[in-house]
């Protein structure tokens, strides 16, 4: 493998390495172009607890919509923490204000017994539509998120999954 990458010209080595960067801005440009559409930072989020089996398994795949701030109970919200960066997927179970009220929610997991407020922030007693939510379930694909799972939960397969992925596109012929 090694002699294999000795053997090519600066240039083609170089061409390479720019089809790796311009793989990496494309998936990174409709990230992006997705979280515009959705109006949402994360359009796609992974489901890592079991807190809402039966709707959702650990490791589905879900798409986000956060265009129209009007939230109804029973829909499957996923809001951030404030201070923490990890996405939780939970049910709205009531709402308060609305209209010229700020809207506030009150959530809980499908397969939990108790209500989110332990989850919320410290003084917070409920979810602020407009800075909390992230955006609401519009559809899901099953089990495809076991691979943002074990890359989390195992590091180093980041850096073997890069690096692989680096040597095909470096290797490649074209």
């Given at each position: ?32 172009g997705l979280s515009v ?21 650990r490791g589905d795949l ?65 979810l602020d539509r407009s ?44």
């Open positions: 493998m090694l002699s294999t990458l000795s053997n090519l010209q600066p240039r083609q080595l170089a061409a390479q390495i720019l089809n790796f960067a311009l793989v990496l801005s494309t998936a990174f440009m409709l990230w992006k559409i959705t109006d949402s930072p994360s359009p796609i989020v992974v489901v890592l607890s079991g807190s809402m089996e039966p709707a959702f398994q879900l798409f986000l919509w956060n265009r129209g701030m009007d939230t109804e109970v029973g829909e499957i919200v996923v809001y951030n923490v404030r201070g923490k960066d990890i996405p939780i997927v939970h049910r709205v179970v009531r709402r308060f204000g609305g209209g010229d009220k700020a809207l506030q929610l009150l959530t809980k997991g499908d397969n939990n017994n108790a209500d989110d407020t332990e989850l919320y922030a410290r003084g917070q007693s409920y800075k909390d939510i992230i955006g609401s379930v519009r559809g899901y694909v099953p089990f495809v998120g076991y691979v943002t799972i074990l890359l989390s939960e195992h590091p180093w397969l980041k850096t073997v999954m890069l690096g692989i992925m680096g040597l095909v596109v470096v290797l490649q012929r074209e």
